[in-house]
């Protein structure tokens, strides 16, 4: 089944393909689990990724040895990539759970689909947004200087510091996300484990499912704890984001004292987490020829999460770039104009024109023709569609 | 023939009382830069240009000037002139003046205007008025300089003439043309060379280093492996002044004994010991030999007890009475007449001009690394000379900052990276002397040699045959990219008859509300106020804060990369028009404000604030997250970015036992030289005693030599720093953000003519 992306999906449109059944559905994903031998591709995935691993752990030796001046940094811009990986990466970890709390909450049909993709890609993403900062600091040695604890120089950590906060946040955010994940996860390690034909592969999974039994009670209490924990990492992806926007918004330094910088910075998770999770969920279907479960049902749905961050995300453009106008400080007038039209318009350019090309390309109101594969650029009739 | 010899007949030199001189006319002068006794110059300049201390009375001070000086960043009125154009203009003034004859003021002249009022000014403040010529000018603008000085009765009371304190005055050029000749004509079969490096700054056609070779016995006393030691036979290592006893005459002839300050680090000798052994004395000690010396001279001068006299002179620093007296001379009569055959000089189309650079100077203090390192005071550039071009002449020629271009002379052609100045002079190209070592060392392969082009008749100035652009580019050290205030009140300026009427004006009330009560400081407030009128640039401060406080040099390229160590610069901003602007020097070290934006946001209170005021440095407890720097508006916290300080190959002698070195990833910045401010206050305690004013001095204010920086306690309100900050143009920088920095201002005033309108200037 080719992939049709299009806004027009009748209300009744099946989430999943006509001859799937929950026996089927169970076999089929879990008969992927349990295969004996990776097929080649993704022996090569694996390859590229150690590969890069590789790469990451001599350029961390490298950091380590000679300090972090191979970062590029200086004074006065004392930040650097360091710091953008890890908005980046805490932004795709937060974007995984928006997809799948917010779905879950809003009794989506379809959460299980996309959300263990979803889970997984913020479960690899959140140490990675914890390693940057540690990779970030002059003395990285130090970083448990942050957490607070009775030590011997009888110092606390200071409250006042955004950057005290966003540790705290992140630290809580990666722990809840474990268990979120974990508390998601459990059913699926049970029927994996009943239908597993080796006896370490059932050990293996046995330990891991708990002893689930799939009881009425087990699932009750599974609900209950899924759906408070949704409630949880719901605003609590919204905290976290939304101090590392503070990291900035607390500074003094032009283009960054912004009080819009938390929900922005939001926004911007939304998203980046769901674009990426649109493109391994691509990857995962195609690789695992999951066609019949994943179908255009759900790239509709992200599709339109998508616009809406795109939206959010414009209007924050928008603003920020009306503050310094409306605004009379000359600093934050030439910073902002400097991004605009200075040394990093580029940038700037393919980020905007990105972004309206998503909410243009989503906007376009097109009725699907059958087989038809769409992947150009939308047709000359465009509508904008009601969001509801 | 000099200029003394043509004025008086007599070799003289000048002494200024720039406290007197209401009106002081630069020529590319020297004076509070780089002339004998431009320390004590600056500091008389700058005594008299600081309205709130003087009652509303300044200097006005104009310039004329080929290429940028500290004195003409200072002037009220300033005009970039070519050589030639100089001249002009000084025959046009001594017409004017009624030192020459009138048809000189009938010549034609584009700053005609400007030049009659400035004549005009002179003219109602003479005897009270100076002209000042550099030492690069040609002897017809000193002739000129002497003749209007003397019409303006600036002899006997601005300007005194002693007697030559050298003891040999004279071209040192022709004395070293002879002696190349001689060694060419094989006549010199010793020779030996204490101090000085002439295989590296000898005019090229002397073609030094060939006749050197050619010396059977020669002897280099250097205290480095320099281009003239490596030629010689014999190398003897010097040692350093601070080394060895001697004496030397001050630019007023004052004799000083120096004592030294530490045994010898490296087994130097000095020149005294040399010079003994070559007279028979085969264990020579420079001690003996000075008191020796010194024994006899106060026999014969009848100083009385020879004990008392020379501790005295020890003590005191100086021997009595041995300053030159001055001396009544007056122009001799043809001095006009003698100058009215000689035509205006030529006019090439493009010249070069070999001044020696700020840190380096001729060459020989170019393997200080602090002065490698040390920005300079226009340029900011570190590490690199550059060919210095106006903006107007960089535009016709399509050169920007940065281009390499190839310069031919007559005679020589050289290689050099240009760097687009504003206030430099059209169609002239400045040819910093002093780079372009090429013996090892930090400076062997900085920067370019000028004296590669310098030839024995054209010193300071010769005519450029062609510069054409080789296509290359050069990677210019630079630490300060912008050139403007944009629009923010980083530098507040404003004319002496406002500031005598409405100061109010200049600077604008200061706001204090907050939503939160103020810290209260009961016992003491360090603070600190820089006068801006004062700063003449001169980098003192800054060299000076990198010694006390154990700063590391990065070297270029992390210069390049924007992470120059220095807790104390110095920017330099222009305002009007980029051919002739306006300048302005503001010194930033740390505000220290009470409010300060670092300490809020960094997570492991590694900096933080003391019950005195000030912003502190825990460097044992900073992770380096850097998120103070961020904070900082205005950009003083340095951070080491790698391990600079061990990096640093220097002896353990050279870094400050009071100051700990920081590490790899550690934040530093300005402490006001805390180190000093804590042994004055355990000393006090000691005595059970309160801290006087100006007991604590930081390093900056202490090697200032206009006092431009002034610290101590704000609670006192006797105290010098009260005082300034008491000012009506007292302000702080950024007060917008509500900081409440410790660090004030006094903002530039500028005397300016009302005769020259502002286009004019």
């Known amino acids: ?388 | 023939m000099t200029a003394a010899t043509h004025v008086y007949g007599q070799a003289v030199e000048k002494l200024f009382d720039l406290g007197k001189a209401d009106r002081i006319f630069g020529i590319e002068s020297d004076l509070t830069s780089a002339s004998p006794g431009s320390l004590a110059y600056a500091r008389q300049f700058a005594a008299a240009r600081r309205p709130t201390e003087t009652g509303g009375r300044m200097s006005r001070v104009y310039a004329i000037e080929s290429t940028p000086t500290l004195l003409g960043a200072k002037a009220d009125h300033r005009l970039a002139m070519r050589p030639d154009e100089i001249v002009a203009a000084l025959r046009c003034l001594a017409g004017l003046l009624g030192a020459g004859p009138g048809e000189w003021t009938q010549a034609e002249n584009a700053h005609a205007a400007w030049l009659k009022a400035a004549a005009d000014d002179l003219n109602q403040n003479k005897g009270r008025a100076l002209l000042h010529a550099g030492r690069e000018q040609a002897v017809e603008v000193h002739v000129l300089t002497d003749v209007i000085n003397h019409s303006l009765g600036a002899h006997g009371s601005t300007i005194n003439l002693i007697a030559p304190i050298e003891a040999m005055p004279g071209s040192k050029q022709q004395s070293i043309s002879e002696l190349a000749a001689d060694m060419a004509s094989g006549k010199v079969d010793t020779l030996i060379i204490i101090g000085p490096n002439p295989v590296y700054d000898a005019p090229p056609e002397l073609d030094f280093a060939a006749r050197l070779r050619g010396v059977p016995f020669s002897v280099s006393l250097a205290r480095y492996d320099d281009e003239t030691a490596v030629a010689c036979k014999w190398r003897v290592p010097a040692s350093h002044e601070y080394e060895s006893w001697s004496d030397a005459r001050a630019f007023d002839g004052t004799v000083t004994i120096l004592q030294p300050q530490a045994r010898p680090l490296y087994g130097g000798h000095s020149g005294h010991e040399i010079l003994a052994v070559l007279l028979g004395d085969s264990s020579p000690d420079s001690y003996k030999l000075l008191r020796d010396f010194w024994q006899q001279r106060a026999q014969e001068e009848n100083r009385g007890d020879f004990d008392d006299f020379w501790h005295k002179a020890l003590q005191v620093g100086i021997v009595a009475d041995t300053a030159a007296s001055p001396q009544s001379l007056t122009p001799k009569a043809d001095t006009i007449t003698q100058l009215q055959g000689t035509s205006a000089a030529a006019k090439p189309a493009l010249q070069a001009l070999f001044r020696a650079d700020e840190g380096n100077w001729d060459g020989r203090y170019a393997n200080n690394p602090w002065l490698l390192e040390m920005p300079r005071a226009f340029t900011r550039l570190t590490w690199d000379n550059a060919a210095l071009i106006a903006p107007g002449t960089a535009r016709r020629l399509g050169l920007k900052t940065g281009d390499v271009v190839e310069i031919a002379f007559a005679k020589a052609k050289l290689k050099a990276p240009v760097y687009v100045l504003p206030g430099q002079a059209a169609d002239c190209v400045t040819l910093p002397l002093g780079w372009g070592r090429t013996v090892s060392g930090l400076a062997s392969g900085a920067g370019f040699n000028a004296y590669a082009a310098r030839g024995a008749d054209t010193a300071w100035a010769d005519g450029i045959t062609s510069l054409t652009r080789t296509g290359e580019t050069f990677r210019l050290a630079t630490t300060q990219d912008q050139d403007r205030v944009l629009g923010r009140d980083l530098v507040l300026e404003g004319e002496l008859d406002q500031f005598n009427s409405d100061p109010g004006k200049i600077v604008p009330p200061k706001k204090t509300e907050s939503l939160y009560p103020p810290f209260q400081y009961p016992d003491r407030a360090w603070a600190m106020s820089i006068d801006l009128d004062s700063c003449i640039g001169c980098q003192a401060c800054v060299v000076a804060c990198q010694a006390e406080n154990n700063v590391p040099i990065v070297g270029k390229d992390q210069v390049l990369a924007g992470r120059a160590m220095h807790w104390l610069r110095i920017d330099r901003y222009y305002s009007g028009s980029a051919d002739t602007p306006d300048i302005a020097f503001e010194p930033m070290p740390c505000m220290h404000c009470e409010q300060a934006p670092c300490e809020v946001v960094c997570p492991v209170h590694a900096t933080v604030h003391d019950h005195e005021g000030l912003n502190l440095m825990v460097y044992n407890r900073c992770v380096g997250t850097r998120f103070c720097s961020n904070n900082c508006p205005y950009k003083v916290r340095r951070f080491n970015f790698y391990g600079y300080a061990n990096e640093n190959d220097r002896p353990a002698e050279s870094w400050n036992p009071e100051v700990t070195v920081r590490d790899r990833g550690v934040m530093e910045k300005c402490t006001y030289c805390i180190q000093r401010i804590r042994t004055t206050q355990i000393d006090a305690a000691k005595g059970d005693r309160k801290i006087g004013d100006g007991e604590v001095r930081t390093a900056c204010q202490q090697s200032c030599p206009t006092q431009a920086i002034v610290f101590g306690d704000r609670n006192d309100r006797d105290s010098a720093v009260a005082k300034r900050k008491a000012s009506p143009i007292d302000y702080v920088l950024l007060d917008e953000l509500n900081t409440r920095p410790r660090t004030s201002y006094t903002a530039l005033i500028r005397n300016r003519n009302p005769a020259i309108k502002n286009s004019e200037t």
């Open chain 1, 1 to 388: 089944m080719a992939i049709t992306l299009t806004n027009e999906l009748p209300p009744e449109a099946p989430v999943v393909a006509p001859d799937v059944s929950l026996t089927s559905l169970s076999e089929d994903v879990s008969g992927r689990v349990l295969i004996d031998r990776a097929p080649r591709w993704w022996w090569v995935g694996f390859g590229i990724s150690v590969a890069l691993f590789a790469i990451l752990i001599i350029q961390m030796a490298w950091l380590f040895i000679n300090g972090i001046g191979v970062w590029g940094v200086e004074i006065p811009v004392a930040w650097g990539f360091a710091i953008a990986e890890y908005v980046w990466w805490i932004a795709l970890a937060s974007g995984g759970t928006i997809v799948s709390a917010l779905f879950f909450l809003t009794r989506s049909p379809w959460p299980s689909a996309t959300n263990r993709i979803a889970e997984s890609m913020l479960l690899s993403a959140a140490p990675c947004a914890g390693l940057m900062p540690i990779m970030h600091l002059g003395r990285p040695g130090l970083f448990y200087w942050l957490f607070p604890y009775s030590n011997v120089m009888g110092v606390w950590p200071q409250m006042r510091s955004p950057l005290l906060w966003d540790f705290v946040c992140l630290l809580c955010y990666i722990l809840m996300s474990v268990m979120y994940y974990y508390a998601g996860i459990l059913p699926d390690l049970a029927t994996v484990r009943d239908l597993a034909k080796t006896r370490s592969k059932q050990i293996f999974y046995g330990i891991l499912a708990l002893g689930w039994r799939g009881s009425v009670a087990e699932w009750r209490n599974q609900r209950v704890v899924y759906a408070i924990m949704s409630a949880i990492m719901a605003p609590m992806v919204i905290s976290v984001h939304s101090v590392v926007g503070l990291d900035y918004a607390g500074g003094l330094t032009p283009g960054w004292h912004d009080t819009q910088f938390p929900p922005y910075f939001f926004f911007g998770a939304v998203i980046s987490g769901t674009a990426v999770i649109i493109m391994l969920t691509i990857l995962v279907r195609w690789g695992y020829s999951l066609q019949n479960v994943l179908t255009e049902y759900h790239f509709n749905a992200m599709a339109k999460v998508m616009l809406v961050g795109s939206l959010m995300l414009c209007y924050a453009y928008v603003w920020e770039a009306f503050g310094p106008l409306y605004g009379s400080d000359v600093a934050d007038k030439t910073e902002s104009y400097q991004r605009m039209f200075g040394f990093t318009a580029p940038l700037f350019l393919l980020c905007g024109g990105l972004l309206i090309a998503t909410v243009a390309r989503n906007g376009s109101r097109r009725r699907a023709r059958s087989g038809r594969r769409s992947t150009g650029w939308p047709g000359k009739r465009r509508k904008p569609i009601a969001i509801s």
